[in-house]
């Protein structure tokens, strides 16, 4: 028992040693500013030119293919109807902002006498919440 805590204890005392060199971490071989030069410049993106699908492919079949390729595409048509809905969204929303008014107009009829004739009466009433 003696003999196997002593081993234990040795092996613990050598596992803390180690023979690896620290590490430093290297530069990173980024410059520390932004490149300039005649290469680098900035341009507009008026400047650049703008093609269509039309300007690249000519032939009229591979045209009408990519025609109805984008007429029947349904990812696109499902990203437009949530567009459209997130718009409603913001639309009811933005109207709750706004000030309501709730007109109420109402006609009862009651009994002046005990007879059967009734006499009508009107009552209107408007309200506004702001």
Not at 24 to 50: F, I, M, N, R
Not at 54 to 71: E, G, K, N, S, T
Not at 93 to 117: F, G, N, V, W, Y
């Amino acid at each position: 028992m003696r003999r196997a805590l002593v081993l234990m204890a040795g092996v613990a005392a050598l596992s803390a040693c180690t023979m690896a060199p620290k590490y430093a971490t290297p530069a990173l071989p980024v410059p520390q500013t932004w490149p300039v030069g005649d290469a680098y410049l900035k341009q507009s993106e008026a400047a650049l030119p703008s093609y269509s699908y039309r300007d690249v492919f000519a032939d009229p079949r591979l045209r009408a293919v990519i025609d109805q390729a984008l007429a029947n595409n349904q990812d696109v048509k499902a990203a437009i109807a949530n567009i459209e809905t997130a718009r409603a969204q913001y639309r009811i929303q933005r109207a709750e902002l706004l000030p309501s008014s709730m007109p109420r107009a109402a006609i009862a009829a009651r009994r002046a006498r005990p007879s059967r004739t009734a006499m009508p009466s009107v009552a209107a009433a408007a309200s506004v919440t702001l």
